[in-house]
């Protein structure tokens, strides 16, 4: 018997961490930490495996680069890594997960999520659906005034964004707090990436070599004014007891009509659940957006059959509307293709709630688990010349949907903390790049030829292109913008 148990756990001790580069006595890898982009982390896999290990300090790290290991973490044990690592900067930045995002999964994230779900990007909210389609029409009035001038595309796609979810989120009465929100944003998510050495030695947190704390305090402090701010206005104007004005009734008035139904969804809720609208739905959306139209803009033939198709569907004489959409294949192909090339988050941040076992290895309980997306959909075993824009791939019916179901393509992730927002986003990449190729045409500014465009990124936790996209639209349209 006691052969048994020692044969037992000589077979447990057998089971090693994943490969990896080989790091320092105490700091471990922590001086790759600038290789360890979507892209750094692709090349680390193609020398050590899809299933790669590092150690920062004291914290374990696993990247997962190919599709079976994904399925693996995402599907089949789903229940271990549905956590978020906690960083000291996201832990103080979210009410200790007080929002949905960075929230521990467990019984208060189901709550946020199915309240996300259900009402807040719910396709039944009409008011937020409407306001997409508003914001998308303004943006094409306002480059119709631009025709023939180069445009800034990068700065009109964020204003359209933005509009959008401070519109569904605070309702129209606070246009001059747009600029305000816009910079508080800015600072939450310079911290949230920034190097915290705390995160991997917590015993040294006190140290704050940085001057870390004093602006996570100060950065909170400006979002606690702002929104507490409107939720008094909302409670002056009694709004949230207005469902019969659907039209002012917007996603504040439905979390305070939840924090005086149910005294579990507290003032933190609000102030966290409002943050991850604002960091979920912009920069994702528009990011994307100037993605597809910079890679159809280097790929004229395929720009060619995009309004092509618009043309025949729609014709010149009209705006596109929903119905249209479903008529509009190579566009939507267009867009996945994109998304397949430049998923706007490339790493999906998880964290590991017990110790599990991956491809035969073992992956500690608490690890910081990265799943590159990035990597996944260009991978050459999956994919047919990886890295380049061929949106006709996705005629096939056959070809993998991204919708979760096909982990070779998971731009919106899959499982349990996979993107609530997957509809809306759709509905306004969609609606956008639509209305965008069918009001004009684009060309580059100063004859630049499409060969010469950057097509490089930024990493962070979006990827956006390195150099803004500047081009120059003409209107195409037979009717008024
Ligand atoms: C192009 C559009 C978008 C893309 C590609 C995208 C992608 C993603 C991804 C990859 C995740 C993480 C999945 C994971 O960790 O496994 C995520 C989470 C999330 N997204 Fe999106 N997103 C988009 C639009 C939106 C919009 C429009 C909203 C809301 C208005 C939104 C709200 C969220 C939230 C709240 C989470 C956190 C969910 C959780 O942790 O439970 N996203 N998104």
């Not at 796609?157 to 929100?181: H, I, M, P, Q, W």
């Not at 919106?412 to 993107?419: A, D, K, L, P, V």
Request: with cysteine.
């Amino acid at each position: 018997m006691l052969l048994l148990v020692l044969l037992q756990s000589l077979l447990r001790k057998k089971k090693a961490y994943p490969p990896g580069p080989r790091g320092l006595p105490i700091i471990g890898n922590m001086l790759m930490m600038k290789q360890l982009t979507h892209k750094g982390l692709a090349k680390l896999a193609r020398q050590y495996g899809s299933v790669l290990h590092l150690r920062m300090g004291l914290l374990h790290m696993v990247a997962i680069s190919n599709a079976e290991a994904a399925r693996e973490v995402l599907q089949v044990q789903d229940n271990i890594f549905s956590n978020r690592p906690a960083t000291m900067a996201i832990t103080y930045l979210t009410y200790n997960g007080a929002d949905m995002s960075f929230a521990q999964y467990g019984p208060v994230w189901r709550q946020m999520r199915k309240l996300c779900v259900t009402k807040l990007f719910s396709r039944n909210r009409d008011a937020t659906w409407s306001t997409v389609r508003d914001e998308v029409r303004a943006v094409v009035r306002a480059l119709g005034l631009r025709n023939g001038d180069s445009v800034n595309v990068r700065d009109a796609l964020f204003d359209l964004t933005k509009n959008v979810v401070y519109c569904a989120a605070f309702g129209s009465r606070l246009e001059e707090g747009k600029d305000r929100f816009g910079r508080i944003l800015v600072e939450f998510s310079k911290l949230f990436g920034a190097f915290n050495v705390a995160d991997f030695f917590p015993f040294l947190a006190w140290v704050d070599p940085h001057g870390f704390n004093p602006r996570l305090t100060k950065a909170r402090a400006a979002l606690d004014g702002f929104i507490d701010n409107i939720i008094q206005e909302h409670v002056l104007n009694n709004t949230h007891n207005c469902a019969a004005c659907p039209q002012q009734y917007d996603i504040i008035d439905e979390m305070l009509a939840l924090h005086t139904d149910q005294v579990q969804f507290t003032k933190d809720n609000i102030r966290g659940l409002t943050m991850d609208l604002m960091f979920g739905g912009t920069e994702t959306v528009a990011l994307t957006i100037e993605w597809v139209m910079a890679e159809l803009m280097r790929n004229p033939l395929d720009l060619k059959r995009v309004q092509q198709e618009l043309a025949d569907v729609v014709g010149l004489h009209r705006h596109v509307e929903d119905s249209d959409m479903e008529h509009l294949t190579y566009l939507k192909c267009a867009i996945k293709e994109t998304l397949r090339l430049h998923p706007p988050i490339p790493l999906l941040l998880h964290e590991t709630a017990e110790e599990a076992t991956v491809a035969g290895y073992l992956i500690p309980k608490k690890s910081r688990v990265l799943i590159n997306a990035w990597a996944i959909s260009r991978d050459s075993e999956r994919w047919e010349d990886p890295d380049e824009f061929k949106p006709s791939r996705f005629l096939n019916p056959h070809a993998p949907d991204f919708k979760g179901a096909h982990f070779e393509f998971i731009p919106f992730g899959s499982g349990r903390r996979s993107c609530p927002g997957m509809q809306l986003g759709i509905f306004m990449l969609e609606l956008a790049v639509a209305h965008f190729l069918h009001s004009f045409t684009w060309e580059l500014p100063c004859g630049m030829k499409a060969a010469e465009m950057d097509m490089s990124d930024v990493f962070g936790l979006t990827v956006p292109r390195a150099s803004q996209l500047v081009a120059v639209p003409t209107t195409r349209l037979l009717c008024p913008l």
